[in-house]
C-alpha cells in the first residue's frame, strides 16, 4: 500500500512525457481534453497544459510516497 503512491507518481511522470505518442498509437486525438457540446468547443486543454498537470501531480505523489516509505523504514 505505501509504494502506490511511488508507482502511480512514476506512471503519471511517464504519461505526461509520452502523452502524444500513447494517443497516437490508442488513436485519440488532443481533442479528448476538451468538453465539447454539439460540435462546439466549450473549453478545450492544450496538450501541454495537461502534460504539466500530470507531471506535477505525479511529482507530488512521488514525494508523499517517498516520505510515507520514509516513515516507515524508521519504525
Known sequence: MNNSFVI???VL???SLF???LLAIV???ESL???HLQGETLFSLSPF???IILAVIG???LIIGGMQVAKQKNK
Request: glycine share 14%.
Open 19 to 21: 502523452l502524444h505518442p
Open 8 to 10: 502511480w507518481g512514476t
Open 27 to 29: 488513436g485519440l486525438d
Open 49 to 51: 497544459l495537461v502534460r
Open 13 to 15: 511522470l511517464i504519461l
Open 33 to 35: 481534453f476538451g468538453l
Open 59 to 61: 511529482i507530488i505523489m
